[in-house]
C-alpha cells in the first residue's frame, strides 16, 4: 500500500517538475530573451489601464515560458528608443541561437503608410509631429533584424482608436500592413485586429487580444502558426465579429511558447531543440476554398475562414454563404483587406501614378486624403528633380567644350623681372611727327624765294606759268624727298611729285 503511495506521490511531482525541467531544456537548446512594454499613463488623452495590466500578464507569461523578460513600462520618446538599444544589445550579446521577442500593448498609428509606436509623452498638434514624436515600428524591426537571430517575434495589441484630435481628419485609422516576407527571414508578426481596423481595449482586465493570448499560449505543443489562429478565432467570437486579430510570418524554424516531450518530441520552447520549419503548403486559391467549404454549416465555414484570414477564403465564403448572417461581416472584412493591400502596394511603388490608382477605386476611403497628399508631394518632387536636369553647366560634351576652343590671345601684364637676369631689351628708333608751331621771328631780310619750274616735253608753254590754272608748291622734307601739290584756278586739283634734291609742283 506504501509502495502504491509512493508511486503516485512520485508520478505527481514528476508531473508538476516537468515544465521547470523543460525550460531548463529549452534554455539549454535556445536563448530566449524578451522585452515588455506597456503604455498606459498618457500624458496628453486619456489613460489605458488594460495595457499596464497586459504588460505585467504577458511578462509573467513568457518568463513561465522560458523567456528572460525586460519590462519597461510607461516609456516617453527618449525612454522607448534606449530601451530597444539596450535590449538590442542583450540579443546580440546572447548569440544566434536567440529567440527574441517583444510585446507591445499601447496606442499605434498609421501616418503616410508606415506604423508608429506611441510613447506616453507624445503631444501632436498636427499629423507631421508623430515622426518627430513617436518611433517607427520599422525602427525597432530593423534594429533586431540586422543581428544574428534565430528569430523574431512581435506581438502588437497597438491598434486601439486614435486618441489625438489633430490627426482625426488625416491619419489612417488601424495600422498599415507589414509583411515580414519582403525583410529578412526568421520574422513573425501579429496584430491585435485586422490593417486598417480598430481594436478594443476590453472592458475587462485586459484586451480581447491579449486574453485570448495569455489563454492560447500555455496550450503544450501548438506550433506558433496554430496558436495565433486560435488566438483570432477567440477575439472574434468575444467581440462578435468586430476585432480579427492578423499575422504576417517569414519563419523558417518552428517555434513553440510550451513543448512538452510527450507526442511528437520536437519543437521549440519548453522542452525542445528547435527544428528546421516545414515548407509551408501552397496558398489556397478562391476556387479551392469554394471546394472545402461546399456543405458545411455556415458556422462552421465561418471559423474556417476567420482562422484563415486571407483574401480567397473570405470572397469564397461570400459566394456559397450569400444569405448567411456572417456574409456582411466576412465582406466587411474582404473589403478592408482589398483597400489595405491596395494602400500596401502604393506606398510601396511610391509614384504618382501608383496614389492615382489608389484614389480611383477607393477614392472615398479613410486613406483617400493621405492618397492625394502623398500624390502631391512625388509630384513636387519630380518636377523639383526635372528642374535640376535643365540647369546649365560648367561643363560641355564635344565640341562645346572648352578644351577643344582654341585660346584668344589677350594682353597680359609684364611679370617684373630682374635687372641682372634678363638682357636689356632692343632700343627702337621711333619715327615721331612733327608738330607745327607758328613762332614770331625777328625780321631779317631773306633770299628772294626760288621758283623752279619742271617743264614736260608736251606741257604747256613757259609763258602759261604767271597765267596757268595753277601754282605748285614744294616743299622739301626728309632725305631731299620732295612732295608737291597744286590747285587750279578753275576748281582742278593737281597731284604732287617726289623729286630727289628738288622741289617742284605738277599742273
Not at 378 to 388: G, H, T
Amino acid at each position: 500500500m506504501r509502495r502504491s503511495v509512493f508511486r503516485d506521490l512520485l508520478l505527481a511531482s514528476t508531473l508538476l517538475l516537468s515544465p521547470l525541467i523543460s525550460a531548463s531544456h529549452a534554455s539549454a537548446a535556445e536563448n530566449r530573451l524578451a522585452l515588455v512594454i506597456g503604455q498606459s499613463a498618457y500624458r496628453a488623452v486619456p489613460a489605458l489601464p488594460n495595457a499596464e495590466n497586459d504588460g505585467k500578464r504577458m511578462a509573467d507569461l513568457l518568463t513561465n515560458s522560458g523567456f528572460q523578460v525586460t519590462a519597461a513600462p510607461d516609456l516617453s520618446q527618449a525612454d522607448m528608443r534606449q530601451a530597444i538599444s539596450d535590449f538590442a544589445a542583450k540579443v546580440q550579446a546572447s548569440g544566434p541561437d536567440t529567440v527574441a521577442a517583444v510585446f507591445y500593448a499601447g496606442h499605434g498609428l498609421q501616418i503616410d503608410g508606415e506604423n508608429y509606436l506611441v510613447p506616453v509623452d507624445v503631444d501632436p498638434k498636427r499629423e507631421a509631429d508623430i515622426p518627430l514624436q513617436a518611433v517607427r515600428l520599422n525602427d525597432l524591426m530593423n534594429t533586431l533584424g540586422a543581428l544574428p537571430t534565430r528569430m523574431r517575434i512581435y506581438m502588437l495589441d497597438a491598434c486601439r482608436n486614435n486618441p489625438f484630435p489633430a490627426l482625426n481628419g488625416t491619419a489612417g485609422h488601424g495600422l498599415a500592413i507589414v509583411d515580414t516576407k519582403a525583410g529578412s527571414p526568421g520574422s513573425f508578426i501579429s496584430f491585435s485586429t485586422s490593417p486598417g481596423a480598430e481594436a478594443e481595449d476590453g472592458n475587462g482586465d485586459d484586451s480581447p487580444y491579449t486574453t485570448a493570448l495569455l489563454s492560447v499560449a500555455k496550450q503544450p505543443n501548438v506550433p506558433i502558426e496554430e496558436a495565433f489562429k486560435r488566438v483570432r478565432v477567440a477575439v472574434n467570437q468575444a467581440t462578435d465579429g468586430r476585432q480579427v486579430p492578423w499575422e504576417s510570418s517569414s519563419l523558417t524554424t518552428d517555434f513553440k511558447f510550451v513543448a512538452s516531450d510527450t507526442g511528437t518530441g520536437q519543437g521549440t520552447g519548453q522542452g525542445a531543440a528547435a527544428t528546421t520549419k516545414p515548407p509551408s503548403a501552397p496558398a489556397k486559391s478562391a476556387d479551392d476554398w469554394r471546394r472545402d467549404l461546399k456543405g458545411k454549416e455556415p458556422k462552421v465555414a465561418y471559423d474556417l475562414v476567420i482562422a484563415d484570414d486571407s483574401a480567397p477564403a473570405y470572397e469564397a465564403f461570400t459566394v456559397l454563404f450569400a444569405q448567411s448572417t456572417y456574409t456582411p461581416r466576412v465582406r466587411s472584412l474582404l473589403e478592408r483587406r482589398r483597400v489595405m493591400e491596395a494602400w500596401e502596394n502604393a506606398v510601396a511603388v511610391n509614384t504618382a501614378a501608383g496614389f492615382e490608382t489608389f484614389l480611383a477605386t477607393y477614392g472615398s476611403s479613410d486613406l483617400a486624403a493621405t492618397a492625394r497628399k502623398m500624390e502631391e508631394r512625388v509630384r513636387n518632387r519630380s518636377l523639383a528633380a526635372n528642374a535640376s536636369l535643365l540647369q546649365p553647366t560648367n561643363v560641355a560634351l564635344g565640341p562645346t567644350c572648352p578644351c577643344n576652343i582654341t585660346p584668344v590671345p589677350t594682353p597680359t601684364l609684364k611679370k617684373k623681372v630682374d635687372k641682372e637676369d634678363t638682357p636689356p631689351p632692343p632700343i627702337k628708333h621711333v619715327d615721331l611727327p612733327i608738330k607745327r608751331v607758328d613762332k614770331p621771328t625777328p625780321k631779317r631780310k631773306q633770299p628772294p624765294e626760288e621758283v623752279v619750274v619742271e617743264q614736260h616735253p608736251s606741257g604747256p608753254p613757259p609763258g602759261a606759268v604767271m597765267e596757268g590754272v595753277g601754282i605748285g608748291l614744294g616743299i622739301g622734307l626728309g632725305m631731299g624727298g620732295g612732295m608737291g601739290g597744286g590747285m587750279g584756278r578753275g576748281g582742278g586739283m593737281g597731284s604732287g611729285g617726289m623729286h630727289p634734291g628738288t622741289t617742284g609742283g605738277r599742273y
